[in-house]
Nanobody
Framework: QVQLVESGGGLVQAGGSLRLSCAASGRTFNTMGWFRQVLGKEREFVAGISWGVTFYANSVKGRFTISRDNAKNPVYLQMNSLKAEDTAVYYC????????????????????WGQGTQVTVSS
């Protein structure tokens, strides 16, 4: 049974940093990502990593970094220079699609989801 477990959310002041972690169990995934959702809005793509290639939403590029050592290790999202508009529930996601070079940014491309972790940035 596949499980994705996130950790690392919390409350931080604007300009601060947080690091989120996501550990997958049950199988390994070559493509994983982070999404976020504000109450009443659609879930949006934040960052992804596929075969070691990273890709980001424009809104976080230069501030957030997604990383992992290999497909068996946790995925991390280092978030720096946080802004109030980064406040959301952050979800880890894993995709069964495994074609090298595919940069998957749609929710429909991901098959498994974590429970979510709240990130609150105070201004």
């Amino acid at each position: 049974q596949v499980q994705l477990v996130e950790s690392g959310g919390g409350l931080v002041q604007a300009g601060g940093s947080l690091r989120l972690s996501c550990a997958a169990s049950g199988r390994t995934f070559n493509t994983m990502g982070w999404f976020r959702q504000v109450l009443g809005k659609e879930r949006e793509f934040v960052a992804g990593i596929s075969w070691g290639v990273t890709f980001y939403a424009n809104s976080v590029k230069g501030r957030f970094t997604i990383s992992r050592d290999n497909a068996k290790n946790p995925v991390y999202l280092q978030m720096n220079s946080l802004k109030a508009e980064d406040t959301a529930v952050y979800y880890c996601a894993a995709s069964l699609r495994s074609t090298f070079g595919q940069l998957l940014k749609s929710q429909e491309d991901y098959n498994y989801w974590g429970q979510g972790t709240q990130v609150t940035v105070s201004s």
